[in-house]
């Protein structure tokens, strides 16, 4: 096993797995061990087969293009990211309480707004938010949970510190990969499971079944769960498949299903229409029913919303949770965790410029080259720059879109994310990562036992998202020797 | 309880399957048993067209029809969607949507046959030797995938529409097997004629796998009656139509509001017992022939209703256009 030196060499950003002389850190050193009883050659070919594997278990994502719609192999590198037990016991808790407080604050966005009149939160944002849902206003949804299923994205810094980039609390996706890394790992690697103390991942569809089952309106009843869909063209559909197969749950699209005048929701089954409790949904708002929302939608289901706010069905997550999954929001989250549950935040916020305040705008401008400037309300990496690798032409066209519509830009310092040794034609290269692991609340809350880690399989590359080549890795949360 | 989307696709998956393997058989005997003409004799490649029923298409798109035309039309030709190519992929997209209802390893083999025939269509195309091996893997791969159906599955309803799928495209496909046979015009001589005759029904019991099992339960020669009385009647042969029939029946039964469909299918089975097969002639079994995959498309048809759009019976009054609209979209 042979280690890229000369990227090493004029590397400055943290590594996961090795330290500054090179030496694996703590938690890595059996996996380091591992990989150095190898033969020769023994880790090319166990890259094959996992090639084979990835292939023939068909983990594919999609891909939109002019070309029509390909199915692409999920990049999978066969080093995987590895973190001590007791650190990531830590981020667990921190990811817990985000997750409890970004609740308290949707629900009171849609009721009281105390956290407005407080003036902790300013009412514009609120009013500049493409993501609060008029319609909701005045629902408590059970236990008051508005975001059941959050994917937080978290990065480290080159000083070691770990923060929140982003709540994802739409539809966030990735878990399925994290699931079947895992599998395709033990296929490829069973050795190292015996030598390592790697704690298990695979207890999270039993984790999410549970708490949707817990949203049942028909209690002490085997709930009917469906898992919607917009169908087989959609890039996560591998995901909706798997976890409804995981979970024994129906895997539905907006045309399986009807909701009657008795604003129950119905699927259509060989032998009729049979009623639906809980709907774990994969399609934005936007789509989910085209009686309240886009009227146009063809995905969704027409009466979700009837059926919703009568307490006729569970939905997850509820309809305008993504108000909180705002960029400019995000800027706000550590008051928010003060403001309601009376605690210091556990994980650190990113420091971010708000542009709807004149003179942090003022600082963005003027900063262009440094900053990173995302849009309030895209995901996946899209309608971004990054400052320092910009071009002027593209730094002014963001200085235009900033000045006209201010609300909807915020900025933040460019970390210099870490990085992990990834297998780059045979050597082990430093690729830059981030990880996502995924947090479930209803009557209790649970955080995925490490998460996903995405990694940007090109040199010196930053951006991780799937769309737009990056790749995955397993990760490790391993017992810290004693 | 099934989604009725979901049914519908089981049951194409099912039909997809069932048909590449035989489309996959019948070349691989056809070529067989051309190694044992006569000289001098020729061979009607566009009638492997004419039995998948599917000549139009073909004589659009090639303009000959010989042994390599006719190989890339029935393997690799995408535009033609009973090709073996074809079915797996459309087969494989039905998995897709399928793999929370089937065992999870069903999608992997699923997968791994259509990877395996894309990847080697064009050699099968290429040459009769490698062409005998890839069809031959082709049915292996889908034995592997049945004896997964059998041995992994819960009987359930998702069970027997997988069932039901494979034996209604079994029965047709035997059918139109035997339907070849009043398509093939033969010389006038008569012992050249009768030794062409019988190797020409040999090739059809053989793309059946029934050759073996012809000569154990009926006779060592070949005669046209009893063959047909053995394609369409026995009930011991597993590609006989009434054998088929017979499977489809018992499926019904354990399914959920049957009624009409087992009636459908007993008095098919019923029909066929009944119907003389001595002394059909070409025309004769033609006509019969068509008579009979007419009613498998009923019975094909009233399964559609009863299951695929039985939900349109329980709507509520109120909703009763947007499921109208829905249907008439798809």
Known sequence: ?482 | MMLARVAENLYWMARNLERAENTARLINSTTHVLLDLPHGATFGWANLAEIAGLDDLFAKTYPEANEESIMRFLIEDEANPSSIFACVKYARENTRTLREVLPAEMWERINSLYLYVRQNAPAACRNRRERYMVLNEVIQQRHAIVGLFSGSMPHDDAYQLIKLGRNIERADMTTRILDLHSAISFPEDSVVREALVERIWMSTLESLSAYQTYRRLVAMHVRSNDAIRFLLQDMRFPRSVSHCLNEMETCFRLMPKSQQLQQLTALLRLKIAQHPTADLDAVALHEYIDLLQLQLGEIHDALLQNYFHAWRDGIPPSVQTQGDFEFAQQ
């Open chain 1, 1 to 482: 096993m042979e280690l890229a030196r000369d990227e090493y060499a004029t590397h400055t950003a943290h590594d996961e797995l090795l330290d500054r002389a090179l030496q694996p850190r703590a938690a890595a050193q059996p996996l380091f061990d591992y990989l150095n009883s190898l033969n020769d050659g023994e880790l090319a070919k166990r890259q094959q087969a996992v090639d084979a594997t990835i292939m023939a278990m068909g983990i594919t994502f999609t891909v939109y293009s002019e070309a029509g719609n390909i199915d692409r192999v999920w990049p999978f590198d066969p080093i995987p990211r590895v973190m001590g037990r007791k650190e990531w016991e830590s981020i667990q808790a921190g990811l817990k309480q985000r997750l409890r407080a970004l609740n308290l604050f949707i629900n009171d966005l849609y009721n009281e707004q105390r956290i407005i009149k407080d003036g902790v939160f300013p009412a514009e944002v609120l009013e500049g938010s493409g993501n609060f849902r008029p319609q909701c206003v005045g629902i408590t949804p059970r236990f008051g949970v508005w975001a059941h299923i959050c994917g937080t994205d978290l990065v480290r810094d080159k000083d070691g510190t770990v923060y929140v980039l982003e709540d994802n609390l739409r539809v966030p996706s990735g878990v399925s990969y994290m699931l079947e890394n895992r599998q395709v790992m033990k296929r490829i690697f069973p050795e190292v499971f015996r030598t390592t103390n790697i704690l298990p991942v695979d207890d999270y569809p039993m984790q999410l079944y549970q708490m949707l089952a817990s949203l049942s309106p028909r209690e002490g009843e085997q709930p009917v769960i469906v898992v919607l869909t917009p169908g087989i063209y959609n890039s996560a559909y591998f995901e909706h498949s798997y976890l409804a197969q995981q979970m024994g749950a129906y895997l539905v699209e907006g045309s399986d299903m009807v909701v009657g005048a008795d604003d129950i929701v119905y699927m259509k089954t060989i032998t009729g229409l049979q009623r639906v409790d809980v709907i774990y949904r994969r399609i934005d708002d936007a789509f989910l029913d085209p009686e309240v929302f886009n009227p146009d939608s063809v995905l969704g289901t027409p009466g979700l919303m009837r059926a919703w706010r009568k307490g006729n069905v569970g939905i997850a997550n509820a309809p305008g949770a993504g108000v909180a999954d705002d960029k400019v929001v995000y800027a706000f989250v550590p008051e928010i965790i003060r403001y309601y549950l009376n605690e210091e935040p556990i994980l650190a916020n990113v420091p971010s410029y708000l542009c709807m305040i004149e003179e942090q705008r003022d600082y963005v401008l003027a900063n262009l080259d440094k900053l990173v400037v995302k849009p309030a309300n895209e995901s996946g990496g899209y309608g971004m720059l990054i400052g320092p690798r910009a071009t002027p032409e593209e730094r002014d066209k963001f200085a235009k879109l900033i000045r006209n519509d201010p609300r909807n830009y915020m900025a933040q310092p460019t970390l210099e994310i870490s990085t992990a040794p990834t297998l780059v034609d045979g050597i082990l290269a430093p690729r830059h990562l981030d990880l996502r692991p995924f947090v479930l609340q209803s009557d209790q809350l649970y955080a995925t036992t490490g998460g996903l880690t995405r990694v940007a399989m090109r040199k010196g590359s930053l951006v991780v998202n799937s769309s737009q080549g990056g790749g995955s890795k397993d990760t490790w949360i391993v017992e810290d020797a004693a």
